[in-house]
């Protein structure tokens, strides 16, 4: 089965039978719930949704089918189009909505889509809203509207503008310091809307840009995870035109990854470490990121005196601690930056301006501040499920198998050893376990990961 439904939306893959895979019947059942919750939640007479969409080949489909059933349910649509996950998150708000939802698969490949519900402060529902939404769909507990009281549409599409006039305007952001050092960048944009939204951030920014992949037209020209083995073509360019860097987003442009000047990749995990680095020299406090990101947030955040805590892989648990804790700056290690001066949601825009202050003011290249962080190696693997296998015995099994080492069981199993970590879990947003290890050298992080593997596959008996 390839439908998919958690606190990360209703995700799946497009075509074959309803139930089963994202189909129209699908959309159309999830809008619904969702619009019949809403009404619930806001308690209000007359509701408005914000919905936007990536430039995936199904977003039209889609888009049209849950527009439409909000009208159908009496609520009112303000239609972005083509837009950001970021993008309809600062929207909710401004424009005074009862909630958004956005339609993209993030970082998966194109036969897939779906539906990330927001609620109307533009940030991610917490996992009992999302309960309650799948109950009401699992009921069919829909009362559509009658004729007289259907919901109207709204198009707008100045909001990828208006995304960057509010990125522009943040205090540690400085367009003209950016400006003097005359970058020259690389994007690649996966043709999806961040091909659209970073060159004009850069350009309003006075840096020149080189264009990869830009056109949004949802043949994605690799693989839209922004990791390494996908990422060839980007980190030749920016060697080629000897570019100070590269930036790479995902399909609906909440995943930030940058190549060094050298062709190298800087890491997704230190995406948020420099980024984070910047913030704290400015205005220090404490950091969050999920347990499965990098320990050198850890170590720069104590750098500057602050206070690191580790939540729950998912946005809205990263969310919530850095509310818990008044985190100023936060994210996952995916290169989500999450930067609460503007609002609580992963924004690669955010992160690309943040960046761009950063470097305009140190005199050194990417790969040198990339050089100057503490040295982690991340491996990141993953198992695929079948309906034979027991996740939860096998987390167990592993679990009891490192009793004697700090284990954390709040998602997943996490056990950190004295110099190194292994975080498995299971996806949120794929039918697979996730096993991601931590070292101080690739070689020994890629041991470790061979070895839990092997382990996992013992206990599984697979």
Request: hydrophobic share 40%; proline share 4%; glycine share 10%.
């Amino acid at each position: 089965m390839t439908l998919i439904k958690s606190i990360s939306g209703i995700r799946g893959t497009i075509g074959g039978k309803p139930g089963d895979n994202l189909t129209p019947v699908d959309a159309v059942k999830f809008a619904s719930a969702y619009g019949t919750w809403l009404k619930g939640y806001a308690n209000k007479e007359k509701l408005t949704v914000v919905i936007g969409r990536d430039a995936r080949i199904s977003g039209p489909m889609i888009h049209n089918l849950v527009v439409n059933t909000l009208i159908g349910l009496g609520i009112d649509v303000v239609d972005l189009g083509l837009s950001t996950t970021p993008t309809v998150e600062v929207a909710v708000p401004l424009e005074q909505a009862d909630g958004g939802i956005i339609l993209t698969a993030s970082h998966n490949p194109k036969q897939w889509n779906a539906l990330k519900l927001l609620n109307e402060k533009g940030e991610f529902l917490s996992g009992a809203e999302g309960a309650k939404i799948l109950e009401i769909a699992e009921k069919e507990a829909f009362n559509f509207a009658d004729v007289d009281s259907l919901g109207e549409v709204t198009s707008n599409d100045a909001f990828m503008d208006i995304h960057i006039d509010e990125v522009l305007e943040l205090p540690l952001v400085d367009a003209d310091l950016v400006k003097k050092a005359g970058f020259k960048v690389v994007v690649d944009g996966v043709n999806s809307s961040g091909g659209i939204i970073i060159p004009k951030l850069l350009e309003q920014m006075g840096v020149e840009v080189v264009k990869l992949y830009c056109e949004p037209n949802g043949h994605f020209p690799h693989n839209p995870e922004p990791l390494k083995e996908h990422l060839g073509d980007i980190c030749e360019l920016v060697v080629k035109e000897k570019a100070h860097f590269g930036i790479v987003v995902d399909p609906d442009v909440d995943r930030l990854a940058f190549i060094s000047d050298d062709g190298e990749m800087f890491g997704e995990e230190y995406t948020l470490v420099a980024v984070a680095d910047y913030v704290l020299s400015k205005t220090p406090g404490n950091t969050v990121s999920n347990m499965s990101s990098s320990r050198a947030l850890r170590d720069i955040t104590q750098k500057h005196g602050g206070s690191y805590q580790a939540s729950a892989v998912g946005e809205v648990n990263v969310v919530e601690l850095m509310k818990k804790t008044n985190a100023i700056i936060g994210g996952e290690g995916n290169g989500g930056i999450i930067y609460p001066e503007l609002h609580y949601g992963r924004d690669s825009l955010v992160g690309v301006a943040l960046f761009l202050t950063y470097l305009a003011g140190q005199n050194m290249t990417v790969s040198q501040l990339r050089a100057s962080y503490p040295q982690y190696y991340m491996s990141k693997n993953k198992i695929e499920l079948t309906p034979q296998i027991d996740v939860d015995a096998i987390l167990e099994g592993m679990a009891d198998k490192y009793k004697n080492e700090e284990i954390s069981t709040i998602d997943g199993v996490k056990i950190d050893f004295a110099e190194e970590w292994v975080h498995l879990r299971k996806s949120n947003t794929e039918p697979i376990i996730r096993i991601y290890t931590e070292a101080q050298t690739q070689e020994k992080a890629d041991a470790l990961a061979v070895r839990i593997i092997d382990e996992i596959k013992a206990v599984a008996g697979i």
